[in-house]
């Protein structure tokens, strides 16, 4: 009879240790804010852009899968509070706001003035772009600060286009000089459209600042955690495999001016 308590007792610890082996090896899922697609950072709905597929590498290097939750940008802070969830994935790095810890940041952002290399155009400050015909996106002229506002002013032509895919038309037809955009959004735009009368050699003018994003977490740990998984993704190269995936141009037809 005790022979068989005994047997009892050690096949419910070792139950007890399998369901507990299982269930510690079972991924942590966290639900993150992102905002709406904006390719090639963000292209569809938890599918592929380059600062999904870093987050999702980076987490899963400590066992941690991620659901994204796509809404715009000036919702997401309620949003946040409101249901709880665990963070949000497009943050400046000097964000002040709700409670939230930050990650190291882990992508950037960069406007640029984009010109056709016919041109000859090779603007080296904002100022310069004074007596040009600008297209912008939509509300740059909040976003690029004072310099930028006055220019908005004084140029014979300015408009801010909420498609930025009729914003590059509209310079590859020359019915406007330059063009004000997001660096990774013009060469995803030019890895995507090689044809017709897309098929012009462009100058590309870095005369706007870089913006650093982090992610911002709940809990610090998991926010720990990231900052860890995106040093390894540099550390070994598939952080600069997935930039590539989605920016490489392959001798296309740009040249950067620094």
């Known amino acids: 009879m005790i022979a068989v308590r005994v047997i009892k007792l050690i096949v419910v610890v070792v139950i007890a240790l399998t369901v507990s082996s ?83 940041p882990y992508v950037n952002y960069q406007n640029v003035a984009i010109s056709l290399s016919a041109n000859n155009f090779n603007f080296e400050n904002i100022e310069q772009l004074a007596d040009k015909r600008l297209s912008a996106f939509q509300n740059a002229s909040l976003y690029l600060g004072d310099s930028y506002e006055r220019i908005a002013d004084e140029a014979p032509y300015y408009e801010e286009v909420a498609d930025q895919n009729k914003q590059m038309r509209n310079l590859f037809e020359e019915k406007v000089e330059v063009v004000i955009a997001d660096l990774n959004i013009y060469k995803y735009f030019i890895r995507t459209h090689q044809h017709g009368i897309f098929n012009k050699a462009t100058s590309v ?54």
Do not use: C, W
């Open 22 to 104: 299982v269930h510690a090896s079972e991924p942590v899922r966290l639900q993150l804010l992102a905002g709406l697609p904006k390719p090639p950072y963000i292209i569809e709905e938890n599918g592929e852009g380059l600062q999904l597929e870093i987050i999702r590498q980076a987490l899963k290097l400590s066992n941690i899968d991620v659901n994204f939750v796509h809404m715009p940008l000036g919702r997401q802070i309620n949003a946040y509070q409101q249901l709880r969830l665990d963070g949000i994935i497009t943050l400046p790095e000097q964000y002040q706001g709700v409670d939230i810890f930050l990650s190291e």
């Open 205 to 258: 003018h870095q005369i706007f600042d870089e913006r650093p994003y982090v992610v911002g977490f709940r809990r610090k740990d998991i926010n720990d955690k990231f900052s860890l998984g995106v040093a390894a993704l540099k550390q070994s190269g598939r952080y600069q495999a997935i930039l590539d995936k989605y920016l490489a141009l392959n001798g296309m037809g740009i040249t950067v001016y620094r």
